[in-house]
T-cell receptor, first 118, second 110 residues
């Protein structure tokens, strides 16, 4: 159980276009999903927290108008990179959180989406 | 702000030898600590968390609040343990996403 999928797994686009990445929790409902970005040979950096039915919370330095997040249902969050530029090329990973009661929380990760902006 | 430090980018040990992956954190509160593992060409997956006090695949990690450490240990390394290991924390209350260390690439030599 606790499987998270992402689509697409990779995408190449031209500079100036927008790209949408989907994150789905397949066998559980996730009121909270997270979006991370990982540059080559670096660690995952949290971009934003996505709560179902409300506005996303962005980390400092992440442009909310550039990285649009929508969490319309308990199983789907989308990240849209608007007017993508080469510096947006990265590996984008989502996670969905399950609260395990007294054992604390657990985040389950998607396989990631590799974005290359030409 | 909270921070997670993994001092070793790369750790290479022989099969059967003990393994210790170091992790230190800085946060004045009481965070939840995790170890995540990423095997080659696979997604990030939870290895263990300090609250559960469990042993997974022979790995254990003890939270030392005095030293603000959460080192990952295994007494006898196996070749299938070769992977990227990330230490991470989430602030108490679970309101935020994970803060990751930079990761340690563990290589188990035969």
């Amino acid at each position: 159980g606790a499987v998270v999928s992402q689509h697409p797994s990779w995408v190449i686009c031209k500079s100036g276009t927008s790209v949408k990445i989907e994150c789905r929790s397949l066998d559980f409902q996730a009121t909270t999903m997270f979006w991370y970005r990982q540059f080559p040979k670096q660690s995952l950096m949290l971009m934003a927290t996505s709560n179902e039915g409300s506005k996303a919370t962005y980390e400092q330095g992440v442009e909310k108008d550039k990285f649009l997040i929508n969490h319309a249902s308990l199983t789907l969050s989308t990240l849209t990179v608007t007017s993508a530029h080469p510096e947006d090329s990265s590996f984008y990973i989502c996670s969905a959180r399950i609260r395990a009661g007294g054992s604390g929380e657990t985040q389950y990760f998607g396989p990631g989406t590799r974005l290359l902006v030409l | 702000a909270q921070r997670v430090t993994q001092p070793e980018k790369l750790l290479s040990v022989f099969k059967g030898a003990p393994v210790e992956l170091k992790c230190n954190y800085s946060y004045s509160g009481s965070p939840e600590l995790f170890w995540y593992v990423q095997y080659s060409r696979q997604r990030l997956q939870l290895l263990l968390r300090h609250i559960s006090r469990e042993s997974i695949k022979g790995f254990t990690a003890d939270l030392n609040k005095g030293e603000t450490s959460f080192h990952l240990k295994k007494p006898f390394a196996q070749e299938e343990d070769s992977a990227m290991y990330y230490c991470a924390l989430v602030l108490g209350g679970g309101a935020d996403g994970l803060t990751f260390g930079k990761g340690t690439h563990l290589i188990i030599q035969p």
